[in-house]
T-cell receptor, first 115, second 115 residues
């Protein structure tokens, strides 16, 4: 059974600082997604990582995937208050020959940026 | 393109009742997945439908069921509600034919409260 571990669970950081969220998973997969969730809201897609060594950047966020280590990271550069949210990684595994996938989510990291 | 829509957005039910939630996928998407989010268990996969057939089901009791219609709209039903069914139910749609990404796009969710 696939297990996805995220750490840390909670992260409180000052504006302007850098930090990294880690996502480890237990079964081979080369497809991983990062989502953001604001309180009471749904999941907003941030990054789609589809191969070993994939790196994507958007603004102050950068995500990478190492399929051999079964590790993905979400790096935050010079954090700003607007980045306060809960971040989830999700590992995709195929569930049919049609290309359908099932997502297994990490526990989430609640990020609070302090002014 | 309109996003994934879910109705109703909020529901309050009492134990023992049943409930039906609805999801309309993005136009052209034929796969619909359902997830349950609770503070204790996090985000968990319920089931996935493609071409009106359930392709995979998560580890949930038989009280949880669903179906998909020919227009790809999906419903999920929970019978004999229990307090522990209180959760945010998220629907996601994707296009497995898009083998490059097959990204799942999430709806706003239905917040179910069981009293």
């Amino acid at each position: 059974e696939l297990k996805v571990e995220q750490n840390p669970l909670f992260l409180s950081m000052q504006e302007g600082k850098n930090y990294t969220i880690y996502c480890n998973y237990s079964t081979t997969s080369d497809r991983l997604y990062w989502y953001r969730q604001d309180p009471g809201k749904s999941l907003e897609s941030l990054f789609v990582l589809l191969s070993n060594g994939a790196v994507k950047q958007e603004g102050r966020l950068m995500a990478s995937l190492d399929t051999k280590a079964r590790l993905s990271t979400l790096h935050i550069t010079a954090a700003v208050h607007d980045l306060s949210a809960t971040y989830f990684c999700a590992v995709a595994l195929p569930i049919s020959n049609f290309g359908n996938e099932k997502l297994t989510f990490g526990t989430g990291t609640r990020l609070t940026i302090i002014p | 393109k309109a996003g994934v829509t879910q109705t109703p957005r909020y529901l309050i039910k009492t134990r023992g009742q049943q409930v039906t939630l609805s999801c309309s996928p993005i136009s052209g998407h034929r796969s619909v997945s359902w997830y349950q989010q609770t503070p204790g268990q996090g985000l968990q996969f319920l089931f996935e439908y493609f071409s009106e057939t359930q392709r995979n089901k998560g580890n949930f009791p038989g009280r949880f069921s669903g179906r998909q219609f020919s227009n790809s709209r999906s419903e999920m039903n929970v019978s004999t509600l229990e307090l522990g069914d209180s959760a945010l139910y998220l629907c996601a749609s994707s296009s497995p034919a898009d083998k490059i990404s097959n990204e799942q796009f999430f709806g706003p969710g239905t917040r179910l409260t069981v009293l």
